[in-house]
T-cell receptor, first 114, second 114 residues
Framework: NAGVTQTPKFRVLKTGQSMTLLCAQD?????MYWYRQDPGMGLRLIHY???????AKGEVPDGYNVSRLKKQNFLLGLESAAPSQTSVYFC?????????????FGPGTRLLVL | AQSVTQPDIHITVSEGASLELRCNYS??????LFWYVQSPGQGLQLLLK??????LVQGIKGFEAEFKRSQSSFNLRKPSVHWSDAAEYFC????????????FGRGTSLIVHP
């Protein structure tokens, strides 16, 4: 039982390049989330999904796209990377979306955009 | 909309000393409250959560938190800090208004001196 895994762990991009971050969970969770973490800003929600085939915008969605084609996977795409997207990205999942639900986090992906 | 404030960006304690990390929330009804810990280079892990019942909640790693409705607070405590407790601590409140997306505070960084 691996929990939540993220690929890659670290990536360097040049401005304008594109990439996809992969999140996978093996807990049969319905909800999945993408956050970015920046110094002094805490966690900010980018996009989330309440089930296979569904996605919704979070607090800071601009410049990102997501897809949830399979229940266990949640992909975060950057079509044209910008230096402002340098951050640590965390994926999380929860069984459902109830108020008392615990979120399970992946180890993070460090992205540097030059 | 709900919000969470962690007033302290950094807290420094000596190993063996007691610890209290502050969390204040804004929420219209009975809140669902969480404390997560993020060890260096890792994702977030749930320490404890509160959503009803006894206002003193026990968590993992010897942590506890007390819910005080009159003060809109959910402070995290530990009687004796270990060097391995050095980490980032996040308070979160469960979602409201039909959205089950939690809101995170900006985090408190705990530094432990030997």
């Amino acid at each position: 039982n691996a929990g939540v895994t993220q690929t890659p762990k670290f990536r360097v991009l040049k401005t304008g390049q594109s990439m996809t971050l992969l999140c996978a969970q093996d807990m049969n969770h319905e909800y999945m989330y993408w956050y970015r973490q920046d110094p002094g800003m805490g966690l900010r929600l980018i996009h989330y999904s309440v089930g296979e085939g569904t996605t919704a915008k979070g607090e800071v969605p601009d410049g990102y796209n997501v897809s949830r084609l399979k229940k266990q996977n949640f992909l975060l795409g950057l079509e044209s990377a910008a230096p402002s997207q340098t951050s640590v990205y965390f994926c999380a999942s929860s069984f459902l979306g109830g108020l008392e639900e615990t979120q399970y986090f992946g180890p993070g992906t460090r992205l540097l955009v030059l | 909309a709900q919000s969470v404030t962690q007033p302290d960006i950094h807290i420094t304690v000596s190993e063996g000393a007691s610890l209290e990390l502050r969390c204040n929330y804004s929420y219209g009804a009975t809140p669902y409250l969480f404390w997560y810990v993020q060890s260096p280079g890792q994702g977030l892990q749930l320490l404890l959560k509160y959503f009803s019942g006894d206002t003193l909640v026990q968590g993992i790693k010897g942590f506890e938190a007390e819910f005080k409705r009159s003060q809109s607070s959910f402070n995290l405590r530990k009687p004796s800090v270990h060097w391995s407790d050095a980490a980032e601590y996040f308070c979160a409140v469960g979602g409201s208004g039909g959205s089950y997306i939690p809101t995170f505070g900006r985090g408190t960084s705990l530094i432990v001196h030997p």
